[in-house]
C-alpha cells in the first residue's frame, strides 16, 4: 500500500489538474481557450492550476502571437508526462485491490 | 459528495473521456455520410449524362476528358456537378455535426477539429489540383481514379483525429480508386459505387452504432 501511495500524485489529486495533465497526454499542445473548453471550467480556476503544474515542471507554456493576438498554448514536459503515466498505475493498482 | 473509495474509478473514467474527447473529433454525424453518399450517387448519375450527351466515343474512359472538340464544355459541366456534390456533401457534414455536437453536449468546434479539417483538406486540395493539370492529358478514367484515390488518402489522414473507422473508410476508396484503373470500361459504376454506396453503407453503419 506504501509503494501504491507513493506514485499517488498529489500534485494531480485535482481533478481540474487531472484533466489538464489528460488532455496535454495526448495532444501536442493547445491554447488556454481549447484547454478551458474542453475541461469547462474559468479562466482563474484553469490559470491557477497551470500554474501549479508548471511550477511543478509537468507542463510547460509558450506565449506566441496569432495574428497579433497573445496566444498562450502549453504542453506536458517528459517529467509531467512520467510522473502522470506512473500516477495512472498507481490508480489502476488502487481499484485492482478492492 | 462523493464516495471517498470510488475516487480512484471515477479520475480514470474522467481521464479516459478527456483523452478521447480531447484527442478525437466525436460529433462527426453518420446521418452526413449517408447525404454524401446521396449526392455522390447524383453526382455519378449527373457525370453519366454530361458524358452521354457530350461525347460521341463508346471508349470515352480511355480519352482525356479535356481533349478533342467540345470538350472545354464537356469538363466545365463535369466541374460543376462536382462541385455542387462537394459543397452538399461537406455542407451537410458540417450542419449535421454541430447538431451532434449540440445534442451530446460536446464543442464541435475545437482544435482537435481544426487539425482533423486541415489534415482532410491537405491532401484533398493536392488531389484537386492533379486532376485539374492532367485532365487534358491523361484518360477520363484515371481522373475519376484519382479523385477517389486522393479522396481516400484524405479520409485515411483525418481518421487519425475522429472514428477509426475513418481510416477504414479511407482504405475502401483507395482501394476502389484502383479498381477503376483496372476496369476502366465501368469507371463511372465504380465512381459510383466508390463515392455513393460506399458512403450510404458507411453511414449507416456509423449511425446505428454511434446515435447519430
Known amino acids: 500500500m506504501k509503494q501504491i501511495l507513493a506514485n499517488f500524485n498529489k500534485a494531480f489529486e485535482s481533478r481540474v489538474r487531472l484533466g489538464i495533465m489528460s488532455v496535454l497526454a495526448v495532444n501536442p499542445a493547445m491554447d488556454f481557450t481549447g484547454l478551458r473548453d474542453t475541461l469547462a471550467v474559468t479562466d482563474g480556476n484553469l490559470a491557477s492550476h497551470l500554474r501549479a503544474l508548471e511550477e511543478a515542471g509537468y507542463i510547460r507554456m509558450e506565449k506566441n502571437f496569432i495574428n497579433r493576438k497573445p496566444n498562450t498554448s502549453y504542453s506536458i514536459t517528459e517529467a509531467g508526462l512520467e510522473s502522470f503515466s506512473s500516477h495512472l498505475k498507481a490508480l489502476e493498482e488502487l481499484i485492482n485491490r478492492k | 459528495m462523493m464516495n471517498q473509495s470510488d475516487q480512484p474509478l471515477e479520475d480514470i473514467r474522467v481521464i479516459r473521456k478527456l483523452m478521447e474527447e480531447s484527442s478525437r473529433f466525436l460529433s462527426l454525424s453518420g446521418l452526413s455520410g449517408i447525404l454524401a453518399g446521396i449526392a ?5 448519375y449527373a457525370a453519366h449524362l454530361v458524358i452521354k450527351g457530350n461525347t460521341p466515343y463508346t471508349d470515352w474512359y480511355l480519352r482525356p476528358l479535356g481533349g478533342g472538340e467540345a470538350a472545354a464544355g464537356t469538363v466545365l459541366e463535369l466541374f460543376a456537378a462536382m462541385a455542387v456534390v462537394l459543397v452538399v456533401a461537406f455542407m451537410g457534414a458540417v450542419i449535421l455535426s454541430s447538431r451532434k455536437a449540440k445534442k451530446s453536449g460536446l464543442h464541435a468546434w475545437t482544435p482537435v477539429t481544426k487539425r482533423m479539417l486541415v489534415s482532410l483538406l491537405i491532401p484533398l486540395a493536392a488531389g484537386g489540383l492533379f486532376i485539374l493539370f492532367t485532365v487534358k492529358t491523361v484518360p477520363a478514367s484515371v481522373t475519376a481514379a484519382s479523385s477517389l484515390i486522393f479522396y481516400g488518402v484524405a479520409m485515411m489522414n483525418a481518421g487519425k483525429f475522429t472514428f477509426g473507422e475513418i481510416h477504414w473508410l479511407g482504405v475502401l476508396e483507395v482501394v476502389t480508386g484502383l479498381a477503376c484503373l483496372l476496369l476502366p470500361q465501368y469507371t463511372i459504376i465504380i465512381w459510383a459505387i466508390g463515392f455513393g454506396v460506399i458512403h ?12 447519430g
Do not use: E, Q
Request: glycine fraction near 18%; charge should be positive; aromatic fraction near 24%.
Open chain 2, 40 to 44: 455522390g450517387l447524383a453526382g455519378a
Open chain 2, 200 to 211: 450510404i453503407f458507411y453511414g449507416l453503419f456509423m449511425h446505428l452504432r454511434y446515435r
